[in-house]
């Protein structure tokens, strides 16, 4: 099983689009303190300031020099924050004030300082990370032992322990490094002068750090870092302006990383080799499941090494299995890796030499072809940091002990009842105790029962019985061979029972992300995912799970929770906005906010946030293994919550495009459709006009006609737009009056006389209709629809039929024509808006009456459809319940 995690690269137009609004940032670095980096820093920044730009002294440490209190004048500053820590006043930098401020330059000190306890952040580089994010550009200070990928040389070039680091990528993106150098007899001068510390302080310093040795070789580091970043910077520049190389191959490198005091040397030492040969590089944690468990100081420890690979810019990989070397060979070919470092143990042990060699020694064995980098670690004077690995012993529960030591006692008494025994028979029956101890219990009472069972073949079965002494050298060899027979048996049962067990774990955990995955696969509504979310999460990682979503004004609301989770507190909020703002974890076990009792994780998926997850975290320590499911399920949750927002947003887009359609056809046909009847009206009317033409009595009547029917079409399409609208926004009123239908089909066809013209209409109308409930001018309209539907789409020579029906407690009225039939397909769309049919000789229309007649039967609780007639013709049928007339009076209602 493999895990690997890394924030990935944004597209070039996108990380582009990012520098632009994020503030720049410029390092003054130097190879010690008192070169001078302060300084030119503030002579910088007065640069800036008589260019007129807006800028702010953020902070400033003067360590009491006067040279450097006296280039402040004339700087604006924001007043620092006074923290009380363990009954102490304490001054850090104001972050919120300065951020409020927004000036166009801020000034910071000391890079690698680490805040008060009560700070936002824990470090100083993150208070700067969160100026930048705002667009602020930052000037700040930094010493090259403060690089974390040169921490562990500058340890041992000057032996002393350096505790403030910053991660290598703030500096590989800041804008601008500017190396402050100074010659090592001149800085050694300036401490004899007394101008970087007091005296006694710089007695000491010479003797110590500020040796000449030392100056010089921190020197070169810094000349080698600033060198290499301009190189870096002349790579990048050939590369965009395709400018052609040489270019160095690029050979993948990798690191094996474990709770070894030594694993973060190694992993400084791989940033260093692929910052060089500027590749990518992978930091391997192998989880073997031996059977020996390291302790929470370890577990402390491989958690560290693993944030500080992935700090250092590396590929984090986790992978399960007990053969160490396979593995690393495994993924180094899976990956294509050219080069692998490793460790070399201080002294071997009596396994390695059964083995044949340790695992530098079967790793080159076995490497064939791939580079191994064998780096020799250090004796550890600290105690603190040596590996403590202790038998697994399952809560400490003596009791597993004892049940072994029972099971021997029902065999004994199984051999006493049965009788006298071969000894091969008796051993072998005294084997499974040994065995079943280690299946069940583990390595310690297996061990302890084989040393009992031993004991008791020795007292009943090896002569002379119910003494320690043994007469045949043979029966020695075989307690001897029975005790190495169930020390390796119970070791490797207990080892296969591991590797079982974490099986399962792992098993547990796809299956958890697996039935999330499937339950929410056809899950379209928000609510119910986080629902599902929430639930499945808490049992999968066994504490409280809270989502926060953003609402439509984008303000964070507690979508879904689990357990006792109350409202959040305001500082609890502002964490939480924070974490959305910002797209950075905060709270517990982390380095923003840590006191906070939660820990809260940025939902995120393509560089766009969705929301913030909260997990209740009660350990005192987060492992390893703990931080990749955590990590595994805020991906899950970011993935299953941006589905639901791009299902949102692609039916967004789709009514978008599909009200886009209707525009263009609606202009498309009322441009058409008034032009026909404004340009006869046009045309009659220019002609009525003309004195020099001479027309007669029946033309000048023929023109006033055309001008009346063209008036009435005119009339129609501008009455159906108006229903459209008046019906979809809600504002017709419908009246709520008797209505006869005869009188309705009368006052319809006096409607359309003109139109019709001499176009034969048949009616069909029983006496004895009852009434029905509806709005009669409405019901009028629907008919003269349906009338003229039929009148456009069928021949002048074929009658239209109208027939009205009583049945089944309603009325059934029918306008039936014989032109065309309609398709099948389009049996449903003709009732659409601005649908006219897919043929080319399709009448001139709008599209809406069909639709009017829709919504307005609708209204009144009917249904209209249409069947096609055989051999051709068609019928359109609409029906309205009936009620009794109970004399109500007349009402009206909105639709």
């Given at each position: 099983m493999q895990q690997e995690w890394k924030k990935r690269d944004p597209d070039v137009l996108l990380q582009k689009a990012i520098r632009e609004t994020r503030g720049r940032l410029t390092v003054f670095l130097g190879a010690a303190a008192g070169v001078g980096k302060t300084c030119a820093m503030l002579q910088a920044a007065k640069e800036q300031m008589e260019a007129g730009r807006d800028l702010v002294i953020g902070w400033v440490e003067t360590h009491g020099r006067q040279d450097t209190a006296a280039m402040q004048a004339g700087f604006s500053s924001i007043p620092p924050k006074k923290l009380v820590y363990r009954g102490k006043d304490f001054l850090e930098m104001d972050l919120d004030t300065i951020l409020k401020r927004q000036p166009q330059?801020?000034?910071v000190d000391e890079l690698a300082h680490t805040n008060v306890k009560g700070s936002r952040h824990i470090r100083r580089f993150?208070?700067?990370?969160?100026?930048?994010?705002?667009?602020?550009?930052?000037?700040?200070?930094?010493?090259?032992?403060?690089i974390e990928s040169l921490k562990d040389i500058v340890e041992h070039i000057t032996g002393i322990r350096i505790w403030e680091t910053v991660p290598d990528a703030v500096l590989e993106n800041a804008d601008r490094v500017q190396l402050i150098d100074i010659a090592p007899q001149d800085l050694r001068q300036r401490l004899e002068d007394g101008k970087i510390y007091a005296a006694p302080q710089a007695e000491r310093a010479l003797q110590g750090f500020f040796r000449e040795g030392n100056i010089s070789a921190l020197r070169e580091l810094a000349l080698r870092f600033t060198a290499q970043r301009v190189d870096q910077q002349m790579d990048e520049y050939m590369q965009d302006h395709a400018i052609k190389g040489p270019w160095p191959a690029r050979e993948k490198i990798m690191v094996c990383v474990s709770a070894s005091p030594f694993s973060d040397d190694l992993i400084r030492a791989a940033k260093r080799m692929a910052a060089a040969q500027k590749v990518e590089w992978y930091a391997l944690h192998i989880q073997t499941g031996k059977g020996e468990e390291v302790d929470e100081l370890n577990q402390e420890r491989l958690q560290r090494n693993l944030r500080l690979a992935a700090e250092l810019g590396s590929i984090v990989v986790a992978r399960t299995g007990s053969n160490i070397v396979q593995q690393m060979l495994d993924f180094a070919r899976e990956k294509n890796i050219a080069h692998i470092l490793v460790g070399k143990p201080l002294c071997r042990s009596w396994r390695d030499w059964l083995r044949g060699g340790d695992l530098v020694d079967c790793l080159i064995k076995q490497s064939s072809g791939i580079q191994i980098h064998v780096i020799h670690g250090q004796k550890e004077a600290d105690p603190a940091r040596r590996v403590k690995v202790q038998p697994h012993t399952p809560g400490k529960n003596f009791g597993s002990y004892g049940k072994g030591l029972g099971m021997l006692l029902l065999v004994t008494a199984l051999c006493q009842a049965v009788g006298p025994l071969e000894l091969v028979n008796t051993v072998m029956?005294?084997?499974?105790?040994?065995?079943?101890?280690?299946?069940?219990?583990?390595?310690?009472?297996?061990?302890?029962t084989a040393i009992f069972s031993v004991i008791l073949i020795d007292l009943l079965y090896i002569p002379p019985l119910y003494s320690f002494s043994i007469t045949d050298i043979r029966f020695l060899w075989t307690g001897l061979i029975f005790l190495l027979v169930g020390f390796v048996a119970g070791g490797q049962t207990e080892r296969l029972r591991r590797e079982v067990a974490l099986t399962e774990a792992e098993s547990r955990r796809t299956q958890a992300l697996y039935e999330f995955s499937r339950d929410i696969a056809g899950t379209v509504d928000l609510h119910?995912?986080?629902?599902?979310?929430?639930?499945?999460?808490?049992?999968?990682?066994?504490?409280?799970v809270v989502v926060f979503l953003p609402d439509d004004d984008g303000k964070l609301k507690m979508a879904a929770q689990s357990g006792g989770y109350n409202e959040p507190k305001i500082n609890e909020w502002e964490t939480i906005t924070?974490?959305?703002?910002?797209?950075?974890?905060?709270?517990?076990?982390?380095?923003?906010?840590?006191?906070?009792e939660y820990m809260?994780?940025?939902?995120?998926?393509?560089?766009?946030?969705?929301?913030?997850?909260?997990?209740?975290?009660?350990?005192?320590?987060?492992?390893?293994?703990q931080s990749r499911l955590i990590e595994a399920w805020t991906h899950m949750a970011a993935l299953a919550i941006e589905r639901i927002e791009l299902t949102r947003?692609?039916?967004?887009?789709?009514?978008?495009?599909?009200?886009e359609r209707l525009s263009t056809a609606l202009l498309n046909s009322i441009s058409h459709e008034l032009k026909t009847p404004l340009a006869a009206i046009l045309g009659s009317v220019s002609t009525l006009q003309d004195k020099e033409i001479a027309i007669s009595e029946s033309i000048k009547n023929e023109l006033y006609d055309g001008i009346k029917t063209s008036s009435m079409r005119m009339e129609r399409i501008v009455s159906n737009l108006l229903d459209t609208a008046r019906l979809e926004s809600g504002a017709m009123k419908i009246k709520n009056d008797w209505c006869d239908m005869q009188d309705i089909v009368g006052?319809?066809?006096?409607?359309?006389?003109?139109?019709?013209?001499?176009?034969?209409?048949?009616?069909?109308?029983?006496?004895?209709?009852?009434?029905?409930?509806?709005?009669?001018?409405?019901?009028?309209?629907?008919?003269?629809?349906?009338?003229d539907n039929a009148n456009k789409y069928s021949p002048p020579e074929q009658p239209i039929e109208i027939s009205v029906e009583h049945e089944d407690q309603k009325l059934a009225v029918s306008v039936a024509d014989f032109g065309d039939a309609i398709p099948g397909k389009e049996m449903e769309l003709i009732f659409h808006k601005f649908y006219r049919g897919s043929k080319k000789e399709t009448a001139p229309g709008t599209g809406l009456g069909l639709s009017i007649c829709k919504s307005i039967i609708e209204i009144h609780g009917g249904q209209i459809w249409v069947v096609n007639l055989i051999p051709h013709g068609k019928r359109f049928i609409f029906t309205l319940p009936e009620e009794k007339n109970d004399g109500e009076q007349a009402k009206s209602f909105d639709c």
């Open positions: 330059i801020v000034l993150q208070d700067v990370e969160e100026l930048l994010a705002a667009g602020i550009e930052v000037y700040t200070t930094l010493n090259v032992q403060h029956l005294y084997l499974l105790p040994v065995l079943l101890s280690a299946f069940w219990w583990g390595r310690g009472p297996s061990y302890s119910d995912i986080v629902e599902k979310l929430v639930q499945t999460a808490e049992k999968a990682l066994q504490r409280e924070w974490v959305f703002a910002h797209g950075q974890p905060a709270g517990k076990f982390t380095d923003t906010v840590p006191s906070a809260y994780l940025p939902l995120q998926a393509q560089d766009k946030r969705i929301g913030v997850l909260a997990l209740q975290m009660v350990e005192k320590r987060m492992y390893a293994e947003e692609a039916s967004r887009a789709a009514l978008l495009a599909e009200s006052v319809a066809l006096h409607h359309m006389q003109e139109t019709l013209g001499q176009r034969k209409i048949c009616t069909h109308i029983p006496a004895g209709l009852p009434l029905v409930r509806g709005d009669c001018v409405l019901l009028e309209q629907v008919l003269v629809n349906l009338l």
